[in-house]
Protein backbone atom coordinates (compact mmCIF):
# COMPACT_ATOMS: atom_id res chain seq x y z
CA UNK A 1 0.00 0.00 0.00
CA UNK A 2 1.12 3.63 -0.78
CA UNK A 3 1.78 6.15 1.79
CA UNK A 4 2.52 9.92 2.68
CA UNK A 5 2.58 10.11 -1.53
CA UNK A 6 2.97 13.57 -2.42
CA UNK A 7 0.86 14.48 -5.68
CA UNK A 8 1.62 18.70 -5.14
CA UNK A 9 0.29 19.28 -8.91
CA UNK A 10 -3.85 20.85 -7.97
CA UNK A 11 -2.71 20.15 -4.08
CA UNK A 12 -4.38 23.33 -2.48
CA UNK A 13 -1.57 22.68 0.98
CA UNK A 14 1.47 22.36 -2.01
CA UNK A 15 4.00 24.47 -2.54
CA UNK A 16 5.42 22.81 -6.02
CA UNK A 17 4.26 21.19 -8.90
CA UNK A 18 6.12 17.32 -8.87
CA UNK A 19 5.28 13.92 -7.22
CA UNK A 20 7.20 11.88 -4.92
CA UNK A 21 6.42 9.17 -3.13
CA UNK A 22 8.58 9.41 0.36
CA UNK A 23 8.57 5.97 1.73
CA UNK A 24 10.33 4.86 -1.70
CA UNK A 25 13.44 6.24 0.53
CA UNK A 26 12.50 3.80 3.63
CA UNK A 27 15.62 1.30 4.15
CA UNK A 28 13.61 -1.78 5.69
CA UNK A 29 16.99 -3.47 5.83
CA UNK A 30 18.21 -1.66 8.45
CA UNK A 31 16.13 -3.32 10.82
CA UNK A 32 15.67 -7.05 9.76
CA UNK A 33 14.99 -8.04 13.44
CA UNK A 34 11.50 -6.44 13.69
CA UNK A 35 8.71 -6.54 11.74
CA UNK A 36 8.84 -3.46 9.27
CA UNK A 37 6.02 -4.23 7.13
CA UNK A 38 2.34 -5.66 7.01
CA UNK A 39 1.47 -8.04 4.80
CA UNK A 40 -0.69 -5.59 3.05
CA UNK A 41 2.67 -3.95 2.45
CA UNK A 42 2.52 -0.65 4.63
CA UNK A 43 5.54 0.25 6.70
CA UNK A 44 5.65 -0.56 10.60
CA UNK A 45 8.09 3.01 11.29
CA UNK A 46 11.48 1.95 13.15
CA UNK A 47 14.41 4.06 14.02
CA UNK A 48 17.01 3.50 11.49
CA UNK A 49 14.16 2.71 8.66
CA UNK A 50 14.22 6.53 7.40
CA UNK A 51 15.78 10.04 6.88
CA UNK A 52 14.54 12.79 8.79
CA UNK A 53 16.13 15.56 7.24
CA UNK A 54 14.31 14.16 3.88
CA UNK A 55 11.03 13.50 5.60
CA UNK A 56 10.86 17.31 7.14
CA UNK A 57 12.03 18.64 3.94
CA UNK A 58 9.53 17.42 1.93
CA UNK A 59 7.01 17.96 3.99
CA UNK A 60 7.76 21.45 4.41
CA UNK A 61 7.61 21.79 0.86
CA UNK A 62 4.47 20.04 0.67
CA UNK A 63 3.45 22.66 3.46
CA UNK A 64 2.16 20.10 5.58
CA UNK A 65 -0.19 20.99 8.54
CA UNK A 66 -1.13 19.16 11.64
CA UNK A 67 -3.75 19.46 13.94
CA UNK A 68 -3.31 17.69 17.40
CA UNK A 69 -5.91 16.71 19.61
CA UNK A 70 -5.61 16.07 23.34
CA UNK A 71 -8.45 15.72 26.03
CA UNK A 72 -7.96 16.91 29.49
CA UNK A 73 -10.86 16.16 31.65
CA UNK A 74 -11.35 16.82 35.42
CA UNK A 75 -7.90 15.86 37.53
CA UNK A 76 -6.18 14.56 33.82
CA UNK A 77 -5.75 18.58 33.22
CA UNK A 78 -3.74 18.82 36.41
CA UNK A 79 -1.81 16.02 36.43
CA UNK A 80 -0.59 15.98 33.07
CA UNK A 81 -1.42 18.36 30.61
CA UNK A 82 1.64 21.13 31.10
CA UNK A 83 4.01 18.50 30.63
CA UNK A 84 2.35 16.91 27.82
CA UNK A 85 2.07 20.87 26.03
CA UNK A 86 5.77 21.93 27.04
CA UNK A 87 7.37 18.49 25.67
CA UNK A 88 5.54 18.61 22.46
CA UNK A 89 6.69 21.95 21.79
CA UNK A 90 10.42 20.82 22.30
CA UNK A 91 9.86 16.97 20.36
CA UNK A 92 6.72 16.96 18.09
CA UNK A 93 6.98 17.93 14.56
CA UNK A 94 9.39 20.58 14.69
CA UNK A 95 9.53 23.29 11.72
CA UNK A 96 5.44 22.41 10.71
CA UNK A 97 2.61 24.71 11.12
CA UNK A 98 0.31 22.62 14.69
CA UNK A 99 -2.08 23.42 16.34
CA UNK A 100 -3.08 22.02 19.79
CA UNK A 101 -6.79 21.23 20.23
CA UNK A 102 -7.07 20.86 23.93
CA UNK A 103 -10.61 19.33 25.28
CA UNK A 104 -11.44 20.15 28.71
CA UNK A 105 -13.93 20.95 31.36
CA UNK A 106 -12.06 23.46 32.69
CA UNK A 107 -10.62 25.86 30.56
CA UNK A 108 -9.73 28.51 32.44
CA UNK A 109 -7.23 26.09 34.09
CA UNK A 110 -5.39 25.30 30.78
CA UNK A 111 -1.60 26.46 31.06
CA UNK A 112 -0.08 29.28 29.19
CA UNK A 113 2.92 27.69 27.70
CA UNK A 114 5.25 29.41 25.27
CA UNK A 115 4.72 28.54 21.25
CA UNK A 116 7.17 27.99 18.80
CA UNK A 117 6.43 30.26 15.73
CA UNK A 118 3.78 28.93 13.43
CA UNK A 119 2.42 26.92 16.72
CA UNK A 120 -0.90 27.36 18.38
CA UNK A 121 -3.41 26.15 21.02
CA UNK A 122 -7.02 26.68 20.81
CA UNK A 123 -9.11 25.67 24.24
CA UNK A 124 -12.34 23.59 23.60
CA UNK A 125 -14.43 22.88 26.17
CA UNK A 126 -16.54 19.94 26.77
CA UNK A 127 -18.98 17.78 28.96
CA UNK A 128 -17.97 16.40 32.09
CA UNK A 129 -18.82 12.74 32.74
CA UNK A 130 -19.10 10.77 35.75
CA UNK A 131 -17.40 7.91 34.74
CA UNK A 132 -14.08 7.75 32.80
CA UNK A 133 -15.47 5.28 30.60
CA UNK A 134 -17.70 7.79 29.05
CA UNK A 135 -15.13 10.25 28.64
CA UNK A 136 -13.19 7.28 26.64
CA UNK A 137 -15.69 6.65 24.32
CA UNK A 138 -17.13 10.99 23.95
CA UNK A 139 -13.87 11.63 22.24
CA UNK A 140 -14.61 9.66 19.15
CA UNK A 141 -17.74 11.92 18.65
CA UNK A 142 -15.83 15.28 19.65
CA UNK A 143 -13.10 14.89 17.42
CA UNK A 144 -15.19 14.22 14.44
CA UNK A 145 -17.22 17.64 15.43
CA UNK A 146 -14.40 19.68 15.57
CA UNK A 147 -12.59 18.05 12.45
CA UNK A 148 -16.17 18.83 10.38
CA UNK A 149 -16.19 22.42 12.09
CA UNK A 150 -12.74 23.39 11.57
CA UNK A 151 -9.83 21.01 11.55
CA UNK A 152 -10.58 20.42 7.98
CA UNK A 153 -10.55 24.21 6.43
CA UNK A 154 -6.50 24.63 7.75
CA UNK A 155 -5.16 21.16 8.25
CA UNK A 156 -4.17 17.96 6.13
CA UNK A 157 -2.67 15.90 8.77
CA UNK A 158 -4.64 15.57 12.42
CA UNK A 159 -2.88 13.18 15.25
CA UNK A 160 -4.89 11.85 17.96
CA UNK A 161 -3.33 11.87 21.85
CA UNK A 162 -3.97 10.32 24.87
CA UNK A 163 -2.89 13.49 27.80
CA UNK A 164 -0.94 11.11 30.00
CA UNK A 165 2.34 10.48 27.85
CA UNK A 166 5.44 12.82 27.83
CA UNK A 167 7.72 13.51 24.30
CA UNK A 168 10.88 12.31 25.36
CA UNK A 169 12.38 12.15 21.48
CA UNK A 170 11.49 13.10 18.05
CA UNK A 171 8.29 12.50 16.96
CA UNK A 172 8.46 13.72 13.40
CA UNK A 173 7.33 14.41 10.23
CA UNK A 174 7.76 10.42 9.56
CA UNK A 175 4.81 9.57 11.64
CA UNK A 176 2.75 11.57 9.02
CA UNK A 177 0.74 9.33 6.66
CA UNK A 178 -2.52 8.52 4.95
CA UNK A 179 -4.05 6.81 7.97
CA UNK A 180 -1.65 5.54 11.14
CA UNK A 181 -2.05 3.27 13.88
CA UNK A 182 0.20 2.37 16.58
CA UNK A 183 1.29 -1.20 17.87
CA UNK A 184 0.46 -1.34 21.54
CA UNK A 185 3.72 -1.69 23.29
CA UNK A 186 2.35 -4.52 25.79
CA UNK A 187 1.50 -6.76 22.43
CA UNK A 188 3.17 -6.10 20.15
CA UNK A 189 5.65 -9.17 20.65
CA UNK A 190 2.55 -11.47 21.80
CA UNK A 191 1.08 -13.63 20.08
CA UNK A 192 -2.37 -13.07 18.71
CA UNK A 193 -4.37 -15.24 20.63
CA UNK A 194 -3.43 -13.44 23.74
CA UNK A 195 -4.17 -10.01 22.30
CA UNK A 196 -7.33 -8.40 23.97
CA UNK A 197 -9.78 -7.82 21.44
CA UNK A 198 -13.91 -7.70 22.40
CA UNK A 199 -14.97 -10.93 22.46
CA UNK A 200 -18.99 -10.32 23.21
CA UNK A 201 -20.37 -11.17 20.07
CA UNK A 202 -23.06 -8.82 20.91
CA UNK A 203 -20.71 -5.86 20.77
CA UNK A 204 -20.32 -3.89 17.27
CA UNK A 205 -16.49 -3.98 18.29
CA UNK A 206 -16.73 -7.91 18.07
CA UNK A 207 -13.22 -9.87 17.24
CA UNK A 208 -12.52 -13.19 16.70
CA UNK A 209 -8.74 -12.45 15.76
CA UNK A 210 -7.27 -9.34 13.99
CA UNK A 211 -3.95 -8.49 12.25
CA UNK A 212 -2.30 -6.37 15.18
CA UNK A 213 -3.28 -4.88 18.79
CA UNK A 214 -3.84 -1.33 18.14
CA UNK A 215 -3.48 1.30 21.13
CA UNK A 216 -5.62 4.36 21.00
CA UNK A 217 -3.16 7.01 22.60
CA UNK A 218 -1.75 7.95 19.38
CA UNK A 219 -4.11 7.58 15.85
CA UNK A 220 -4.16 9.69 12.93
CA UNK A 221 -4.08 10.41 9.50
CA UNK A 222 -5.30 12.79 6.47
CA UNK A 223 -8.54 14.34 8.00
CA UNK A 224 -10.79 13.02 5.85
CA UNK A 225 -9.60 9.25 7.31
CA UNK A 226 -9.49 10.47 10.74
CA UNK A 227 -13.18 11.75 11.23
CA UNK A 228 -14.20 8.70 9.04
CA UNK A 229 -12.46 6.60 12.02
CA UNK A 230 -14.56 8.81 14.78
CA UNK A 231 -17.47 8.32 13.11
CA UNK A 232 -17.55 4.86 12.71
CA UNK A 233 -16.11 4.16 16.99
CA UNK A 234 -18.67 6.63 17.60
CA UNK A 235 -21.44 4.49 15.94
CA UNK A 236 -20.10 1.56 17.19
CA UNK A 237 -20.06 2.49 20.71
CA UNK A 238 -23.41 4.42 19.85
CA UNK A 239 -25.36 0.72 19.38
CA UNK A 240 -23.59 -0.68 22.05
CA UNK A 241 -25.55 1.29 24.11
CA UNK A 242 -28.75 0.55 22.49
CA UNK A 243 -28.23 -2.94 23.20
CA UNK A 244 -26.81 -2.20 26.56
CA UNK A 245 -23.12 -3.71 26.25
CA UNK A 246 -20.07 -1.90 26.57
CA UNK A 247 -16.89 -2.54 24.92
CA UNK A 248 -13.87 -4.44 26.83
CA UNK A 249 -11.38 -1.65 26.20
CA UNK A 250 -14.26 1.29 25.26
CA UNK A 251 -13.48 3.33 22.34
CA UNK A 252 -9.76 1.37 21.74
CA UNK A 253 -11.63 -2.27 21.14
CA UNK A 254 -13.65 0.02 18.49
CA UNK A 255 -10.64 1.18 17.21
CA UNK A 256 -9.10 -2.23 16.42
CA UNK A 257 -11.94 -3.35 14.90
CA UNK A 258 -12.13 -0.37 12.60
CA UNK A 259 -8.74 -0.93 11.53
CA UNK A 260 -9.19 -4.63 11.13
CA UNK A 261 -11.55 -3.59 8.69
CA UNK A 262 -9.79 -0.40 6.93
CA UNK A 263 -6.20 -1.32 7.14
CA UNK A 264 -4.07 1.59 7.84
CA UNK A 265 -1.22 2.82 5.41
CA UNK A 266 1.17 3.13 8.18
CA UNK A 267 2.25 1.63 11.38
CA UNK A 268 4.03 3.43 14.34
CA UNK A 269 6.06 1.04 16.18
CA UNK A 270 6.33 0.98 19.91
CA UNK A 271 9.37 3.30 19.69
CA UNK A 272 6.81 6.00 19.68
CA UNK A 273 4.68 5.18 22.66
CA UNK A 274 6.99 2.83 24.67
CA UNK A 275 5.89 1.73 28.48
CA UNK A 276 9.16 1.96 30.59
CA UNK A 277 7.58 -0.14 33.06
CA UNK A 278 8.35 -2.77 30.45
CA UNK A 279 12.05 -2.45 30.94
CA UNK A 280 14.36 -2.81 28.40
CA UNK A 281 14.27 -4.36 25.04
CA UNK A 282 17.10 -4.62 22.44
CA UNK A 283 14.55 -3.49 19.62
CA UNK A 284 13.59 -0.62 21.37
CA UNK A 285 16.39 2.25 20.20
CA UNK A 286 14.77 5.41 21.29
CA UNK A 287 12.03 6.52 22.63
CA UNK A 288 9.55 9.31 21.92
CA UNK A 289 6.74 9.22 23.89
CA UNK A 290 6.54 7.50 27.41
CA UNK A 291 3.80 6.47 29.20
CA UNK A 292 3.09 8.75 32.27
CA UNK A 293 2.92 7.55 35.75
CA UNK A 294 -1.05 6.27 36.26
CA UNK A 295 -3.06 6.75 39.50
CA UNK A 296 -6.30 5.84 38.56
CA UNK A 297 -7.47 5.34 41.91
CA UNK A 298 -6.83 9.60 42.01
CA UNK A 299 -7.70 10.38 38.35
CA UNK A 300 -10.82 8.50 37.30
CA UNK A 301 -14.22 9.59 38.51
CA UNK A 302 -16.49 6.32 38.80
CA UNK A 303 -13.40 3.93 39.37
Known amino acids: MM ?146 SEIRHGFRYVFCFDVDQEFVGRFGSEALGDSVALLHAHFYKLPKNRFTYDKNPKSEAFMETGDFYYHAAIFGGLWGNVKRLADACHRGIAADRLNGVEALWHDESHLNKYFWVHKPSRLLSPEYCWDRSIGDRSDIRVTRLVWATKDYNNLRPGS
Open 3 to 148: NTVWTLLGNPFAAATQTFNLDHTLNFGSRMLVENRTSWKAPIIWEGMFDPDMYDRRHLQGQSSVALTVFAVGRYLDAYLKTFLTSAEQHFMLGLPVTYYVFTDLPEKVPNITLAPRRSLKVMRVEKHSRWQDISMMRMKTISEAIQ
